[in-house]
């Protein structure tokens, strides 16, 4: 072993899991660093707590004698917990978050120092914005973009700051972050969603959208990790022949805990109550050191919120365990990748949920008409949602014959499908009273006892139903969940509001009475929506010449999947449901190719250098040994050498056919990538796609055969069995 790879792993053996202190219940620990409703009734006048939460609820204003008054208590409050500064805290379009603190302390003509923060500071700050990206949206030298208080996710202290969650905008008006388009698009759903609720209740005020997310990740010692240069730069292995050992046993899948990853996990699912991010459950994922992490799913914004929380999170926790967290969707060839299933479904404000059926007829055809409108609206905008989730890394699995396919389809499962085929068919023609009553009666009525016993589960599609819900699997685990939220939550909304418009044309033109309206129109809806159904395996190769004849996309890449985006279909839809201007979506369309180009750039370049100047080196240094070898055999037995010697012979040619191609490949990428860098947005993106990429798997392969021939003691890369089962 090298001694690189050795003093990593000795690093590895030293460690113990960290002792995690329990001594409190988990309930009693919940949002104690959120200023939450309880935080808030105690700290705010009675006025100011009625206008925050109608501000939650209602997306009323808040106005500035209030805001000042909630500064001062938020600000008392968080001192009271130990806070010294108070931050902005907002997703800019790098997918991160972003903040920048500021202390309460201020001193006062020099000399008298108190805390102070009022309400202009809560409400609304300036971050020297230049360097965030904005598409174009903000030339640098007018770079002022303003951060605004999202009163809907609480202020939360994380390590003595307050972290206020807001709004990244231009001045202009313009969004610059995620978080301000997804808001516009629930607002739209909640309008659009409450006008069918009507229907059903005249009383209906509000449907929230709810999201429960379930991350994915990796956990590596970060000793190992920092032995690998490829790791540590592009959070993934771009080499590494694979384990004799890999997840065939399927023995990790739900196993044991290991004990590091065990404390590991319990701190952070401390730091996740205190934070009020109800994670609920953890498990073993199927590849080795792969883990889950889900919470109980909450209003979609606020589990946005938490979930890039939790990422960071989670980075800083395994620090202090010795880990490093791979969120990258393909970090080894050859065993599971990692998603971020999104759990979705509809909430009435009084908890009800819309995709759950009730007792009675007329609550499932609630169901009926929430489930079938949001199959609908897929089918209407698969490729829009392949391109809410299309990112350099996502590409290793959507298409990959991994995770779900690059193909959008929707599985309901084969009683739901049956009911559907019964409600599209037992009705040629428009609907009379008679049938009405059968139907209500014979399928409608059937639903709940159906969806109990719906064990059905399909995990190679890419949005299934699951029972109360829609899980759109497909989402990447480094992914931030705003973008596809924003996607669904805009198209549902879009068909809603296409949904009442049709129904309310039936009651007005036909005269036909609201429920049977209601049925006439999801039966068309049945129909047109068909081929998004898909209920086989979406792994397989038969299914992509399938989707094919039914016309639905397949963008196996990210330039590919993006081109929808600046449509104008695109751009209509968002206009019309105020979601983005063609301005936003121009810069985030830019913003996205030019993020995709810098990744493959960096693995392009990290690849190059490993492979000359860590793979090759070391080749050569064995090559020589063999030679030496050969030549002392010649010297001791003349002529006979080449029978004794025949396997150093041919290892040694074979070393140098692997580096004379390593050689020629990256001087042939290298090339390529300087063509790509004269480049600007696709026409970048799509050369380092499809010039660049290529040559990433055929250097690697040279390299891993490499590995498998040379001398371990040499070998300077921590190999994957190194890296996937050193717990
Ligand atoms: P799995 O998909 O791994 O079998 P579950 O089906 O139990 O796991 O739940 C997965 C996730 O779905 C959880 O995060 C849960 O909070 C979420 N979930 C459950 N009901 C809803 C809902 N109505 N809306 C959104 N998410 C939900
Ligand atoms: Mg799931």
């Known amino acids: ?24 219940k988990r309930s009693t620990l919940f949002g104690r660093n959120v200023f939450n409703k309880n935080a808030m009734q105690q700290y705010l006048t009675r ?29 008392d409050w968080a001192i009271a917990k130990g806070a010294t500064h108070y931050t902005h805290w907002f997703q800019p379009l790098t997918g991160a978050t972003a903040e920048k603190h500021d202390a309460f302390f201020e001193s006062i003509n020099g000399s008298l120092a ?65 978080k301000t388009p997804l808001l516009r698009a629930l607002h739209s759903l909640d309008i659009h969603a409450t006008a069918v609720c009507k229907y059903f209740d005249k009383n209906s005020s509000k449907v929230n959208a709810t999201l429960g997310w379930e991350q994915e990740f990796f956990l590596i010692d970060d000793a190992l990790v920092l032995s690998r240069p490829d790791i540590q730069l592009t959070g993934r292995t771009l080499l590494g022949h694979s384990s004799a050992k890999g997840q065939q046993l399927d023995d990790h899948y739900f196993g044991i805990i290991p004990a590091r990853a065990m404390s590991f996990m319990q701190e952070l699912e ?41 990422m960071d999170v989670m ?102 499908s049956a009911v559907l085929d019964e409600l599209e068919n037992v009705t040629k023609g428009k609907l009379s009273p008679q049938e009405k009553t059968d139907l209500k009666l014979n399928i409608i009525g059937k639903i709940p006892e159906i969806l109990l016993d719906n064990t059905d589960r399909n995990r190679t599609s890419p949005f299934a139903f699951t029972g109360n819900k829609f899980e759109f699997r497909a989402v990447g685990s480094l992914a931030n969940c705003a973008g596809p939220m924003t996607v669904l939550n805009t198209i549902v909304a879009k068909q809603l509001k296409e949904f009442k418009i049709e129904v309310d044309k039936l009651i007005e033109t036909k005269s036909l009475k609201k429920d049977e309206a209601i049925f006439n129109v999801l039966r068309e809806y049945i129909k047109e929506s068909k081929q998004i159904r898909f209920e086989g395996d979406g792994y397989a190769e038969a299914w992509e010449k399938e989707a094919k004849k039914r016309g639905l996309s397949n963008n196996k ?42 990744r493959l750039q960096i693995e392009s370049r990290v690849l190059g250098d490993i492979s000359r100047n860590h793979v090759v080196p070391t080749a050569i240094i064995y090559q020589n040994t063999l030679l030496e070898n050969t030549k002392n055999l010649k010297e001791i037995f003349g002529g006979a050498y080449k029978t004794i010697a025949k396997e ?53 392969y040279h390299c891993d055969k490499l590995e498998t021939m040379v001398d371990d003691n040499l070998w300077p890369l921590t190999k994957y069995r190194e890296l996937l089962f050193t717990k």
């Open 1 to 24: 072993m090298s001694i690189i790879r050795f003093n990593a792993l000795q690093e590895t053996l030293k460690r113990t899991p960290v002792k995690v202190n329990q001594s409190e």
């Open 114 to 178: 108190m805390e102070k923060f009022d309400g202009e500071q809560l409400v609304q700050q300036e971050p020297d914005a230049s360097s965030f990206p904005n598409g174009g949206i903000r030339n640098t030298f007018e770079a002022r973009g303003y951060t605004a208080w999202d009163p809907t996710s609480p202020a939360f202290i994380y390590e003595t700051t307050l972290c206020i969650p807001t709004i990244f905008v231009a001045y202009t008006g313009e969004a610059l972050d995620n």
């Open 270 to 310: 401390e730091e996740c109550m205190l934070l009020g991010i109800p994670v609920k459950t953890r498990h073993n994922e199927v590849a080795p050191n792969q883990f889950e992490i889900a919470p109980i799913f909450e209003e979609a914004n606020l589990a946005v919120d938490h979930n890039s929380l939790l």
């Open 315 to 416: 980075q800083k926790v395994a620090k202090r365990h010795n880990f490093r967290v791979l969120f990258h969707e393909k970090p080894f060839a050859g065993i599971n990748g990692s998603g971020k299933h999104n759990n979705w479904s509809l909430s009435l404000d009084n908890g009800i949920n819309l995709l759950s059926p009730g007792k009675t007829p007329m609550k499932n055809l609630q169901f009926l008409t929430f489930f079938i409108n949001t199959i609908k609206a897929v089918y209407e905008n698969e490729e829009l949602l392949r391109a809410s989730i299309a990112s350099a890394s996502n590409d290793f699995r959507l298409g990959a014959n991994e995770a779900p396919p690059a193909i959008i389809s929707v599985f309901i499962g084969s009683q739901l």
């Open 557 to 598: 890449t990210t330039p590919e999947a993006l081109k929808v985006i600046v449509s104008k279909a695109t751009i209509d839809l968002y206009k019309e449901m105020d979601v983005m201007s063609k301005v936003e979506i121009e810069a985030r369309y830019e913003i996205k190719l030019e993020e995709y180009t810098k």
């Open 648 to 700: 150093q012979i041919e290892l040694i040619m074979t070393i140098s056919n692997h580096i004379t191609e390593i050689n020629a490949l990256v001087i042939k990428m290298t090339d390529e990538r300087r063509k790509a860098n004269k480049q600007t947005g696709l026409k970048s993106a799509d050369q380092y796609c499809n010039k660049v990429k290529p040559f990433f798997d055929q250097i690697r």
């Open 47 to 75: 006025t100011a707590y009625e206008s925050v939460m109608n501000a939650i609820e209602h997306g009323t204003r808040i106005d500035r004698k209030i805001a000042d008054q909630v500064a001062v208590s938020m600000k």
